[in-house]
Every structure is written in C-alpha cells, then in structure tokens.
C-alpha cells in the first residue's frame, strides 16, 4: 500500500509475524529498502512491482537497514532480478551483511560462551534456508542523500542501538522515516497482537539516542512513522510509540538494578532472564532478553555498579556500591566501537 506519495509498504509474513519491506518510486530512480527472507522478492517484492507497471530491473538502488536474516536475507535474490542494482547498508553491519555464516556467528551466536544462550539446531537450519547474502556495493555512515528524481531527495540517518549500523531514510517532503527496527517500542507483536518477544536492542546508550532523535523531528498530519514489524503509526501514536521505547529502557534497567540489588547474590544471565522476564513482558519466552540486558549490565559494569564473575563456566553478575567519586564517564557505544 501507499503510505506517503511514492513509498509504497509491502507487508510479507515472518511466521506469525509481520515483516515489512519499502519501496519508494520517485520518477527517475527507485530505491528498495531491506529485502526480507529469501523467498520474499518472488513471492511479495515481484507481484507488488508487476501492479505498479515497474519492472525489477527498474530498482536503481538497494538499502539494507541493518544485519538481521529478516532483513537482508533475500538480497541474493533481489541481486539476481536486478543486476544493475546499487546494494547498500551502513559500514558497521556490512560484513555481517554481505557473509551469513558470519552473521549466524557474531550476532546470533555473540552470547554462547559467555552465558550458554545461543540459537537451536532447528533455528539454524532455517536461517540457512531463508537468508543469502551478496556483496554490499557502497557503505554508508549517514547523512547521504539519495536523489529519486523532480528534486525529490531522500536522507539516510544513522540510527544504532539495534546494530550497530542500523539505518533509517527520511522523507523530507511528507515528514515521513522508514525506521525499520532502529526503535522497537515495549513488545514486538504477532499479526494477531499478541506479545511475541521482547524488544532487541543491544547498545543502550546509542538506543536512547536514536529514540531522542526520532522524538526531536517535527510531527505533521503527514509524518508516518514506518518500522518493520508494527503498523503505520501517525499523529499521537508516533509519541506513545517512541515513549515506550524509552520506557521500556529505563524499566529494564530499574529491573535489573533492583534484583541484583536486592538479592545480593551473583546471577548467570539465564538467572536474571528468569527472574525479571514475566515482569517486564508477557512473552511466552524471555530468551531474547540477553541482547538488552547485556547491553545494561556493560553500562552498570561500566558505572561501578555490578562486578562481574564465574560460576561452572558462565559470567555471572552482583551488584556492588559506587566508590564515592568514582563513578566513570561512559562513551557511547557507537564511538567505543569505532574507535
């Protein structure tokens, strides 16, 4: 569907999810942004190209937002049907992007030594069936501008904490940004909405940022706020939205300072999930967790806050006090990384 002059939403199905791809037809240059699962260009990126009058080899320009199977795993395909194509994403999830056994391993297989949490055998055998990489042509930072023809120019932000170089793309002209998971609000949902899993964030400082980010731009009776895996938000449901991003932040935090605080005791990861997960969320499991809580826990290990340990072979966490005038001053996470 239209969602804005010329950004067209293709709803696909992720299970019992919702995944979304964009497509934004300017009169010179077309630009697909993300590619979904494998099958998701012939199944739902072709037919919705074949109602436009658009051909494939007519996509000028290809932007993933970030290093998810989701997300970048029909780019092969979407190779394949537009060779001349100009592939994209941002230069901090390129590799992960372009190679899906390094993918498999860095992000979804980041917490296996540390805390025994990694993805089932089953799991696996489908990320392998849906996703395919392919070779990234350019690697962004943000703050390009992409031109899509009569001066219609779109503005691609940099907007981290998901991944570290998840992207956005602004429309100036009707206010509108395809944010795709860069803010995830206090549940992400099934097609019925119903709670399906926690939202994923992993660099809480640089989360928090992009949410300030999103609330600081003007909201006008044309602005849409496009994610991945919500509907369309506009209006007054753009600012609940991104408020219970933030909130959600802070609740986790508060969450985990009050058990570790509280009990005394060191916990292992699973511990804490266990703990804290049916406070937060009603999902059926909390696994997913681990990727904020391990970005909270860096903050307050940072802050003198919990002192990390082992027990049989996993980190474990405790809470300490803060040394009167000791507390250090954090980078953000994005600028750790870089430099």
Known sequence: MEVAPGIHRIETPLENRLNCLYLFVGSQRT????????????????????ALGLHSRQIHYVI??????????????VRTLSPDALFMCHELDRRMIEDLALLIDERYGEFRTAHGIFESTETLAWMHAHAQGTSIDLALSGNERIHLGSGWLVEVLHTPGHSRGHLSVADPRSGSIVVADAVLGQTLLTQDGRSAFPPIYRYVDSYLETIQRLQNIPITPT?????????????????????????????????????????????????????????????ADGTALVNPFQGHLERLISNRQVLIGQRDDLVTFKYCSIPSGSKKRRKTDATTHAT
Do not use: C
């Open 223 to 283: 602005t849409a706020l496009l994610t991945s895996h919500f509907p369309v938000l506009r209006g007054q449901d753009i600012t609940e939205f991104l408020h219970e991003s933030r909130n959600f932040v802070n609740r986790v935090e508060q969450a985990l300072i009050d058990e570790l605080m509280g009990s005394g005791q060191a916990y292992t990861m699973r511990e804490l999930i266990n703990a804290l997960s049916r406070q937060l969320g009603d999902w």
């Open 64 to 77: 993933t937002t970030h290093a998810d199977i989701d997300h970048m795993g029909g780019n092969a395909a």
């Open 31 to 50: 630009l697909l942004i993300d590619s979904g699962l494998g099958s998701t260009p012939g199944k739902s990126l072709l037919p919705y190209l074949d």
